[in-house]
Every structure is written in structure tokens, then in C-alpha cells.
């Protein structure tokens, strides 16, 4: 069956501009969660939403990171201003119920470069 | 502040030998254990996971993990690694009681040599 997906695969824009990234995660799924994954780094942690609601916000490392999920499927991440240090892999999960001990259903994530 | 910690960056093994990938975690309470492997230009995809109940808890393609409470670790293990095991490998922690945030560790890279 078709997995969690995420667009673009790559993104590369300019220190200062706006980018979307998009996550269509499995049909069905309650939770959806985004994470950062910088270069040697583990994931970080960003949001989780719950159906379209996010009580879950404590990883967005500043006011320039915002992200909703709509019809309790596709979500965007958007960054605004980017700087250099934003510069990671984005990825997003999905899970079938919204408890804790469910495990999480990886898309390939979004390679962000910002020059 | 909660934790996860993979002490060992890489970890080399021969085909056919066990291996282990350690995992230890500071977080209150009872927490959720996960183990994740990125395969090479693949997503991360889920191996096992520990609720409650045996501490020994067994996986995919073969994977088991022990939960000790007393050490607080979660090691992950295979008694007889193939050279297809080379992945990445990530320790994830989540708390029973408030938030929904998973703690995950660095990673560890596995080369299984043939």
C-alpha cells in the first residue's frame, strides 16, 4: 500500500526566502508528526498533530517555523526567512492512532539546503 | 532533561557473529522504547518496540532488543548479523504520561563485513 510521502524530495532556495514542505501521510492515520534530521545528527523533534490539531508544538525552534494539517491528512511545514543553519533533512511520520506506544510510519523526508 | 544516548557512533561486525547496538535513556516514568533502521536512501522504517511485559522483546528481520530497567537500556541485538543488516540504527524514547514528543538517540551506523 502507498506509504507516507513527502514533496519536493529536494528543495534548495536562498538565505531569506519562504519554503513549503509538504507530507501526505498513510490514508487513515490520526497522528502525524514532523522531525529535522541534521547531519549527523539524531531527529529532532518538531510538531505533532492530532487530526488537524496540534497540542504538540515545543520542538519548533522559532517563530519562523509554522505548520497546520488540513481534512485530517496533508500537512505543510513552512519556514519563513530561512537562514543556513536551517539547512537539514525534514521528515515526517504518520501513525495509525494517536497513543504513545504506536510506532511511527516514515516518509523518505525533504532535503533542505539554503544558500 | 530527557535523554537518549548511543555511546558508539559505528559498530563493526563479521558476518554471521552477534551483534549488539547499545541504547540507554533518562526519562521519567515508564517510557515507551522504540528501535528504527535507516536503510541507505530509504525512510526510516520501525524494528521493534518494548510497552510492557518480557523484557525481551523480539523484531524484524530477526532483531531483538532487552529492556533493563535497572540500567535504563534498551540494547538492540541479532545473533547472527548479515552484511545486508549495514544500516543506520535509531534508539527512540517516548513518555507514557504527557507530551507526545519522541526522544531519539544519534544513531548508530552497523557495517557488517563479509
Known amino acids: 500500500g502507498a506509504g507516507v510521502s513527502q514533496s519536493p524530495s529536494n528543495k534548495v532556495t536562498e538565505k531569506g526566502k519562504d519554503v513549503e514542505l509538504r507530507c501526505d501521510p498513510i490514508s487513515g492515520h490520526t497522528a502525524l508528526y514532523w522531525y529535522r534530521q541534521s547531519l549527523g545528527q539524531g531527529l529532532e523533534f518538531l510538531i505533532y498533530?492530532?487530526?488537524?490539531?496540534?497540542?504538540?508544538k515545543s520542538g519548533l525552534p522559532s517563530d519562523r517555523f509554522s505548520a497546520e494539517r488540513t481534512g485530517g491528512s496533508v500537512s505543510t511545514l513552512t519556514i519563513q526567512r530561512t537562514q543556513q543553519e536551517d539547512s537539514a533533512v525534514y521528515l515526517c511520520a504518520s501513525s495509525p492512532q494517536t497513543g504513545n506506544n504506536n510506532e511511527q510510519f516514515f516518509g523518505p523526508g525533504t532535503r533542505l539546503t539554503v544558500l | 532533561a530527557q535523554s537518549v544516548a548511543q555511546p558508539e557512533d559505528q559498530v563493526n561486525v563479521a558476518e554471521g557473529n552477534p551483534l549488539t547496538v547499545k541504547c540507554t535513556y533518562s526519562v521519567s516514568g515508564n517510557p515507551y522504547l522504540f528501535w528504527y533502521v535507516q536503510y541507505p536512501n530509504r525512510g526510516l522504517q520501525f524494528l521493534l518496540k518494548?510497552?510492557?511485559?518480557?523484557?525481551l522483546v523480539k523484531g524484524s528481520y530477526g532483531f531483538e532488543a532487552e529492556f533493563n530497567k535497572s540500567q535504563t537500556s534498551f540494547h538492540l541485538k541479532k545473533p547472527s548479523a548479515l552484511v545486508s543488516d549495514s544500516a543506520l540504527y535509531f534508539c527512540a524514547v517516548r513518555p507514557n504520561t504527557g507530551g507526545f514528543k519522541t526522544i531519539f538517540g544519534a544513531g548508530t551506523r552497523l557495517f557488517v563485513k563479509a
Open positions: 518494548y510497552i510492557t511485559g518480557d523484557n
Open positions: 498533530f492530532q487530526g488537524n490539531s496540534a497540542p504538540d
